[in-house]
């Protein structure tokens, strides 16, 4: 195991904090009115949800909506888990490790991207 956990803990750990401010962020923008806002994030170019959620970092995160944001909440914990387990960083599917640079882009990923490949094809 070359990779470095506690790196990727932190990470995670600060991830998560993020997560959960850009959920609070949707609940308190949108009041019951989830459906309205889900359109104009979905069509629009004038994305301050996707702003404020994904801050200054450079990289696709998709927890716009807040169905995602709670989705990579669960993924971000069962990461943590992994570490704490001495998992993290291995493929769910085949066991080969993750390249360390998948896992700087999502590291929360449970694939490697081959593996993740093969079950988005089905
Ligand atoms: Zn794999």
């Not at 990470?11 to 959960?20: G, H």
């Not at 069509?43 to 996707?50: F, M, R, S, V, Y």
């Not at 716009?64 to 599917?93: H, K, M, P, Y």
Request: proline fraction near 2%; include cysteine; glycine fraction near 6%.
């Amino acid at each position: 195991m070359t990779i470095d956990t506690d790196r990727f803990r932190k990470t995670l750990l600060e991830e998560r904090a993020r997560v959960r401010d850009a959920i609070e962020y949707l609940h308190q923008e949108t009041p019951g009115s989830l459906e309205d806002e889900t359109e104009e994030i979905m069509g629009g170019t004038d994305n301050h949800l996707a702003e404020a959620a994904t801050g200054t970092l450079d990289r696709e995160i998709d927890y716009t909506l807040e169905e995602n944001s709670e989705q990579v909440l669960q993924q971000i914990d069962e990461a943590l888990a992994r570490i704490e387990s001495g998992t993290f960083g291995t493929c769910a599917r085949c066991g080969k490790e993750i390249p360390e640079e998948r896992l700087e882009a999502r590291p929360w990923a449970t694939l490697d991207i081959d593996c993740q490949r093969e079950v988005e094809r089905g």
